[in-house]
T-cell receptor, first 112, second 113 residues
């Protein structure tokens, strides 16, 4: 079993739709959870960062962490064509420094 | 405030040559991480460095790969005697001390002919 699993997609939605992106993980010791967005041929950029369980909202983006189920989600409301990218979930352990483990990414296309 | 810088952006090498990839972290960041991204795969951790120290190189192949982050200058990822399987995008990230937020550079795309 891979440490972090993510449906690679591709996921195609119409503009304005609500998008749900998900990851599951196997290591219950993970404490820090992140979502990165990566445009084609660019480096990943951090979108959301949460610690432990709960929800975090930032504009059109909401990140949810359910540690009991080892499941994290990213919701995008009112999706825009500019949201078309690959979304990578990532997580790390609770230590003074952390090696981040990335999921393989979900490719999202928002159709105008 | 300049972001993480990587150069070159594209690098072509023939089998057996050496590849040197450079990474300049964001200002004030003393932690550098190198990742490799193969097509259709996620980012794979390679090595984590602080100034003049390798903290974790558990993701580095045992042979031909090395990394450094000198007191002055950029971090260098060196690949000796490259093979076609080394073709990938190599990303560098940096972070300030004590935090996990890593800021990525644009990557170096290595092609081995």
């Amino acid at each position: 079993q891979k440490e972090v699993e993510q449906d690679p997609g591709p996921l195609s939605v119409p503009e304005g739709a609500i998008v749900s992106l998900n990851c599951t993980y196997s290591n219950s010791a993970f404490q820090y959870f992140m979502w990165y967005r990566q445009y084609s041929r660019k480096g990943p950029e951090l979108l959301m960062y949460t610690y432990s369980s709960g929800n975090k909202e930032d504009g059109r983006f909401t990140a949810q962490v359910d540690k009991s189920s080892k499941y994290i989600s990213l919701f995008i409301r009112d999706s825009q064509p500019s949201d078309s990218a690959t979304y990578l979930c990532a997580m790390s352990l609770k230590t003074s420094y952390d090696k981040v483990i990335f999921g393989p990414g979900t490719s999202l296309s928002v159709i105008p | 405030n300049a972001g993480v810088m990587q150069n070159p952006r594209h690098l072509v090498r023939r089998r057996g040559q050496e590849a040197r990839l450079r990474c300049s972290p964001m200002k004030g960041h003393s932690h550098v991480y190198w990742y490799r991204q193969l097509p259709e795969e996620g980012l794979k951790f390679m090595v984590y460095l602080q100034k003049e120290n390798i903290i974790d190189e558990s993701g580095m192949p045992k042979e031909r790969f090395s990394a450094e982050f000198p007191k002055e200058g950029p971090s260098i990822l060196r690949i000796q005697q490259v093979v076609r399987g080394d073709s990938a995008a190599y990303f560098c990230a940096s972070s300030p001390a004590r935090y996990n937020e890593q800021f990525f550079g644009p990557g170096t795309r290595l092609t081995v002919l």
